[in-house]
């Protein structure tokens, strides 16, 4: 089975770090589901950057890689891909099959003075250069560990367990390096914060890379993500966006329901996504705002289910000298007459995604904390009357109920040439964030008093 190599940008939560949530379901992170027992069949690492050297040794130590696959910027790596690639007509790569003999590469960086924080978009275009240099085998061995999950135990796992995995790894990294490397069936993954998307899916398309899987929000402004879509008609580069929701088996089946009238039309959907704009999430440091942030999941499914509103009505409430809202309200109505309430930021102490959807015959709240579903028969209180009866409802179905597996799986499918429900591509996201912008650009802007 032919393995699709990956370049992952940006080492920080959703790329990696949460897969040490004990709480969560795993896997959770774009690197948990790539080294997962099943996504190491199907991917193979081309790359790690960040320009964190604490994330770069972190993701290093968790994922059990050699520390030559991680770099500080986009352009430390392309320098050490095409040193590779160019030289890669001997026998550096060796095919395995007719040797067990390997080398790796070993990049060597020059020592830099610290710079800013990861959230910092500056720090993703580094101007450094550095030289790449072989390294022995002797040298390779000696930098693997045995893989696994961050945290799990390895002292558990006997000497030969640990002697298997460690092959599996040494030849999932070796065979991220072939000699030749069509840079159009490698998938480009942007993990960062999201005013730099914008800048790295530019250099990763210029540089030939025709595949990207984007976190969301695509872009930070729509001036941006309608100038990284007019880029992706131009080279023919296909892009999606990560809104995970997209890929669980329940929210899939609320979209069948809704499409299908299956209880009915639409009539309302309350759409809230809570939590503080300062703590604990990124809006401020994002410079997005709880609305671009967060809201976009809550955005996302409501463009997916309904399409785009014909009407908004917007309120978004700041302190006089920040640069983003702490709360935005919304009143959007749709042509087929659906009404939708959505709330994001709100300047809570808790996080909640939720959605609140009332049909003509039935009521579905699925959310982060519960998932509940109503039907409308016959009242047991009042005669002549009908109520909302609550019903079961599973999670689960022959897809899987894990979303990232499920939006891995569809990319590989996709990117294999098999058929694929992968969903979420540049033009729906500028849909999304058309509705984004709308809504804090026309919104009408109310002052709290700090």
Same mark, same amino acid.
């Given at each position: 089975?032919?393995?699709?190599?990956?370049?992952?940008?940006?080492?920080?939560?959703?790329? @990696?770090?949460?897969?040490?949530?004990?709480?969560?379901?795993?896997?959770?992170?774009?690197?948990?589901?790539?080294?997962?027992?099943?996504?190491?069949?199907?991917?193979?690492?081309?790359?790690?950057?960040?320009?964190?050297?604490?994330?770069?040794?972190?993701?290093?130590?968790?994922?059990?890689?050699?520390?030559?696959?991680?770099?500080?910027?986009?352009?430390? #790596?392309?320098? =050490?891909?095409?040193?590779?690639?160019?030289?890669?007509?001997?026998?550096?790569?060796?095919?395995? *099959?007719?040797?067990?003999?390997?080398?790796?590469?070993?990049?060597?960086? &020059?020592?830099? *003075?610290?710079?800013?924080? =990861?959230?910092?978009?500056?720090?993703?275009?580094?101007?450094?250069?550095?030289?790449? =240099?072989?390294? @022995?085998?002797?040298?390779?061995?000696? @930098?693997?560990?045995?893989?696994?999950?961050?945290?799990?135990?390895?002292?558990?796992?006997? !000497? =030969? +367990?640990?002697?298997?995995?460690?092959?599996?790894?040494?030849?999932?990294?070796? +065979?991220?390096? &072939?000699?030749?490397?069509?840079?159009?069936?490698?998938?480009?993954?942007?993990?960062?914060?999201?005013?730099?998307?914008?800048?790295?899916?530019?250099?990763?398309?210029?540089?030939?890379?025709?595949?990207?899987?984007?976190?969301?929000?695509?872009?930070?402004?729509?001036p941006l993500a309608r100038k990284l879509a007019k880029l992706c008609k131009k080279t023919g580069a296909e892009l999606w966006?990560?809104?995970?929701?997209?890929?669980?088996?329940?929210?899939?089946?609320?979209?069948? #329901?809704?499409?299908?009238?299956?209880?009915?039309?639409?009539?309302?959907?309350?759409?809230?996504?809570?939590?503080?704009?300062?703590?604990?999430?990124?809006?401020? &440091?994002? *410079?997005?705002?709880?609305?671009?942030?967060?809201?976009?999941?809550?955005?996302?499914?409501?463009? #997916?289910?309904?399409?785009?509103?014909?009407?908004?009505?917007?309120?978004?409430?700041?302190?006089?000298?920040?640069?983003?809202?702490?709360?935005?309200?919304?009143?959007?109505?749709?042509?087929?007459?659906?009404?939708?309430?959505?709330?994001?930021?709100?300047?809570?102490?808790?996080?909640?995604?939720?959605?609140?959807?009332?049909?003509? +015959?039935?009521?579905?709240?699925?959310?982060?904390?519960?998932?509940?579903? #109503?039907?409308?028969?016959?009242?047991?209180?009042?005669?002549?009357?009908?109520?909302?009866?609550?019903?079961?409802? !599973?999670?689960?179905?022959?897809?899987? @109920?894990? &979303?990232?597996? +499920?939006?891995?799986?569809?990319?590989?499918?996709?990117?294999?040439? *098999?058929?694929?429900?992968?969903?979420?591509?540049?033009?729906?996201?500028?849909?999304?964030?058309?509705?984004?912008?709308?809504?804090?650009?026309?919104?009408?802007?109310?002052?709290?008093?700090?």
């Amino acid at each position: 089975m032919t393995r699709i190599p990956v370049l992952l940008i940006g080492l920080g939560r959703i790329a @990696s770090l949460l897969e040490k949530d004990r709480l969560r379901s795993h896997p959770c992170t774009h690197a948990g589901t790539i080294f997962s027992p099943w996504g190491r069949k199907k991917f193979s690492l081309l790359g790690a950057i960040d320009p964190s050297e604490e994330r770069r040794i972190t993701f290093c130590k968790d994922w059990n890689i050699p520390k030559t696959l991680c770099f500080y910027d986009f352009k430390e #790596w392309s320098i =050490s891909f095409r040193s590779i690639t160019k030289e890669g007509s001997d026998s550096s790569f060796p095919n395995q *099959k007719n040797s067990r003999s390997t080398v790796v590469r070993n990049a060597k960086v &020059p020592s830099r *003075k610290k710079v800013g924080s =990861s959230s910092d978009p500056k720090v993703f275009r580094s101007e450094k250069v550095f030289r790449v =240099s072989s390294n @022995s085998d002797r040298d390779l061995q000696s @930098s693997f560990h045995a893989p696994g999950y961050p945290g799990a135990n390895s002292k558990r796992r006997n !000497s =030969s +367990n640990i002697n298997r995995e460690r092959f599996e790894m040494e030849s999932s990294v070796i +065979n991220s390096f &072939p000699t030749k490397i069509d840079l159009s069936s490698c998938l480009v993954v942007i993990a960062t914060p999201s005013e730099t998307h914008y800048e790295l899916a530019k250099a990763a398309i210029d540089f030939g890379f025709r595949r990207l899987l984007v976190e969301k929000p695509v872009c930070h402004s729509l001036p941006l993500a309608r100038k990284l879509a007019k880029l992706c008609k131009k080279t023919g580069a296909e892009l999606w966006v990560n809104h995970e929701r997209r890929y669980h088996p329940l929210y899939i089946q609320v979209r069948k #329901w809704i499409r299908e009238e299956t209880y009915g039309p639409v009539r309302t959907i309350r759409a809230s996504v809570l939590t503080s704009a300062r703590n604990p999430g990124r809006a401020i &440091p994002d *410079k997005t705002g709880p609305l671009f942030h967060d809201g976009t999941h809550a955005v996302d499914l409501l463009t #997916w289910y309904l399409g785009m509103p014909d009407r908004i009505v917007s309120v978004l409430r700041s302190y006089r000298h920040s640069p983003v809202e702490e709360q935005a309200l919304a009143l959007m109505t749709y042509p087929n007459g659906e009404t939708v309430f959505l709330e994001a930021g709100g300047m809570r102490n808790y996080f909640q995604f939720e959605l609140d959807i009332q049909t003509e +015959n039935a009521r579905f709240l699925v959310g982060n904390d519960e998932v509940r579903f #109503w039907i409308s028969k016959p009242s047991r209180k009042y005669k002549g009357f009908k109520s909302l009866t609550p019903v079961s409802i !599973s999670e689960k179905s022959s897809a899987g @109920s894990n &979303p990232f597996l +499920n939006l891995y799986d569809s990319l590989f499918r996709h990117l294999s040439g *098999k058929s694929s429900p992968i969903t979420g591509d540049m033009e729906e996201n500028l849909r999304i964030l058309t509705v984004l912008d709308t809504i804090r650009r026309r919104a009408e802007k109310r002052f709290l008093e700090v």
